[in-house]
Nanobody
């Protein structure tokens, strides 16, 4: 399984970015997907997750109402993170991750995910 994240960059506070993650190696539609992030000097933290079917999403309180996770289970095998109203505190390396179907309560836990992308840096200037 391989994950390739992209879309990071430098943006001013209040701006928007869309991150993308392309998956390959297995049947994408059977996987739960998530975005985690790691700010400088801090531990990796959960941002958003989406179930294999796309029908259920979950967000960290810090991004709820500003970020939207979505997926394309067709030929593209993509997961997206639309980030709006960005804040300097959103500055981090963002990682996409995947696992086979897990319990809803486990979606926010990094230990639930078997495969990780290489990360893409998002920098939000004040």
């Amino acid at each position: 399984v391989q994950l390739q994240a992209s879309g990071g960059g430098l943006v001013q506070a209040g701006g928007s970015l869309r991150l993308s993650c392309v998956a390959s190696g297995r049947t994408f539609r059977d996987w739960d997907m998530a975005w985690f992030r790691q700010a400088p000097g801090k531990e990796r933290e959960f941002a958003a997750a989406i179930r294999w079917s796309g029908g259920t999403t979950v967000y960290a309180d810090s991004v709820k109402g500003r970020f939207t996770i979505s997926r394309d289970n067709g030929a593209k095998s993509m997961v997206y993170l639309q980030m709006n109203s960005l804040k300097p505190d959103d500055t981090a390396v963002y990682y996409c991750a995947t696992t086979s179907r897990v319990a809803y309560s486990a979606l926010t836990m990094a230990s639930s995910y078997d495969y990780w992308g290489q990360g893409t840096l998002v920098t939000v200037s004040s």
